[in-house]
């Protein structure tokens, strides 16, 4: 398909069809904080297809978790803010726009390629080498679900590190197997489905294990990461279909 047409498409026909779908499926077994609805099913997503998407608004299990906590957290990305936001959410790209007063970046490696998916305002920055910014710049960064995708991971971690100022926070999402202590990582791996068997993901290169604490670490951060458990409900989190064993990978620069 043509990518202009794509995109038309994208704006006009998907929103017509998901606010459709939502409504097939509206029910009382699942609950989506992103987009306020109830249904009697998610959706199957992602290479494992588990029923993780909400059939409205696509919302996925990290963006949920992510949802539920800026709701009980209305200073993390507030008013008055620098907020540097790494491979932007459409849902939460909208949603931190319409903050008055909130100084915000969207940014992506791939912000102006041809099949870009992300908004037009989205400014190219590779999260490796920040180049043209200043150190101590930003109050906050999301950075959700990149770092596998990753080779130089560490020097990503030392570029969010450094263009953060002294007090703000970071959080730095990765999937990371509980349990397993030291990250698997495979070089030689590079065909798309036997890593999304061995990742997840067909453009995962890494699965991230206990020791994404020890990395951070290593480049200067210091973590405080919180388990969904302490901030949710076993009820809660099943209803919302969240990770249990997932955490906040909070990261500080003191
Ligand atoms: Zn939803």
Request: some cysteine; proline content about 6%; overall charge negative.
């Given at each position: 398909?043509?990518?202009?047409?794509?995109?038309?498409?994208?704006?006009?026909?998907?929103?017509?069809?998901?606010?459709?779908?939502?409504?097939?499926?509206?029910?009382?077994?699942?609950?989506?904080?992103?987009?306020?609805?109830?249904?009697?099913?998610?959706?199957?997503?992602?290479?494992?297809?588990?029923?993780?998407?909400?059939?409205?608004?696509?919302?996925?299990?990290r963006?949920?978790?992510?949802?539920?906590?800026?709701?009980?957290?209305?200073?993390?990305?507030?008013?008055?803010?620098?907020?540097?936001?790494?491979?932007?959410?459409?849902?939460?790209?909208?949603?931190?726009?319409?903050?008055?007063?909130?100084?915000?970046?969207?940014?992506?490696?791939?912000?102006?390629?041809?099949?870009?998916?992300?908004?037009?305002?989205?400014?190219?920055?590779?999260?490796?080498?920040?180049?043209?910014?200043?150190?101590?710049?930003?109050?906050?960064?999301?950075?959700?679900h990149?770092l596998e995708?990753?080779?130089?991971?560490?020097?990503?971690?030392?570029?969010?590190?450094?263009?953060?100022?002294?007090?703000?926070?970071?959080?730095?999402q990765v999937p990371l197997k509980?349990?397993?202590?030291?990250?698997?990582?495979?070089?030689?791996?590079?065909?798309?489905?036997?890593?999304?068997?061995?990742f997840g993901d067909?453009?995962h290169?890494r699965f991230y294990?206990?020791?994404?604490?020890?990395?951070?670490?290593?480049?200067?951060?210091?973590?405080?990461?919180?388990?969904?458990?302490?901030?949710?409900?076993?009820?809660?989190?099943?209803?919302?279909?969240?990770?249990?064993?997932d955490?906040?990978?909070?990261?500080?620069?003191?």
């Amino acid at each position: 398909m043509h990518p202009k047409l794509k995109a038309f498409l994208k704006k006009t026909a998907l929103p017509v069809y998901l606010e459709l779908r939502g409504l097939v499926y509206k029910g009382n077994a699942v609950s989506c904080p992103c987009c306020k609805g109830s249904f009697t099913t998610f959706l199957p997503a992602g290479s494992d297809q588990r029923k993780i998407q909400c059939p409205r608004c696509r919302s996925n299990e990290r963006d949920r978790m992510l949802w539920m906590y800026l709701d009980r957290h209305p200073d993390f990305v507030a008013p008055g803010k620098k907020l540097l936001h790494i491979a932007p959410e459409a849902m939460f790209y909208k949603r931190f726009k319409k903050i008055k007063g909130l100084d915000y970046t969207p940014a992506d490696k791939f912000a102006e390629t041809f099949e870009s998916t992300y908004p037009e305002d989205t400014i190219y920055l590779d999260v490796v080498d920040m180049e043209g910014v200043k150190d101590n710049t930003y109050d906050v960064i999301i950075c959700s679900h990149v770092l596998e995708y990753v080779k130089e991971d560490l020097q990503a971690m030392s570029e969010m590190l450094r263009v953060l100022k002294p007090g703000g926070v970071a959080l730095i999402q990765v999937p990371l197997k509980a349990g397993m202590p030291v990250t698997h990582e495979d070089d030689s791996i590079t065909d798309p489905a036997e890593r999304a068997i061995v990742f997840g993901d067909p453009g995962h290169i890494r699965f991230y294990g206990e020791d994404y604490k020890d990395k951070l670490e290593s480049q200067g951060w210091k973590t405080g990461f919180v388990p969904i458990t302490a901030l949710h409900s076993d009820e809660e989190i099943d209803r919302c279909v969240l990770i249990k064993t997932d955490d906040f990978h909070f990261c500080y620069k003191e």
